[in-house]
């Protein structure tokens, strides 16, 4: 089982940038895929990016393509999304998921299935 905690969210005006950190608790965290999602208010939850175990393999929905890069640290238990050129319709709450590599290929972006959830961290931009 992994736990999920989530920080670095905060409020910026449009253009800036942030950088939002997971944190995993256990020791199987490397045997673990990763993704970023987020939910605006009124609004479906998206996924923003995915990365794999040993973080060979990234992917991103096209709404932040060339702004956003995710990243891990299996030494650290830690994942990353670095957030740059940030617009309004940025703002929601962001959430970092896990889903075992046995299962890792089922889930997408678009599908979800992700295992384990954060509680999130808010992420406000202002124009």
């Known amino acids: 089982q992994v736990q999920l905690v989530e920080s670095g969210g905060g409020s910026v005006q449009a253009g800036g940038s942030l950088r939002l950190s997971c944190a995993a608790s256990?020791?199987?965290?490397?045997?673990?895929?990763m993704g970023w999602f987020r939910q605006a208010p009124g609004k479906e939850r998206e996924g923003v990016a995915k990365?794999?175990?040993?973080?060979?393999?990234?992917y991103y929905a096209d709404s932040v393509k060339g702004r956003f890069t995710i990243s891990r640290d299996n030494t650290n238990n830690t994942l990353y999304l670095q957030m740059n050129s940030l617009k309004p319709e940025d703002t929601a709450m962001y959430y970092c998921?896990?889903?075992?590599?046995?299962?890792?290929?089922?889930?997408?972006?678009?599908?979800?299935?992700?295992?384990?959830w954060g509680k999130g961290t808010l992420v406000t931009v202002s124009s």
């Open positions: 998921a896990a889903v075992h590599v046995l299962r890792c290929r089922l889930v997408t972006l678009a599908s979800g299935g992700m295992e384990y």
């Open positions: 256990g020791n199987t965290y490397k045997d673990y895929c």
């Open positions: 990365i794999t175990t040993g973080g060979a393999s990234t």
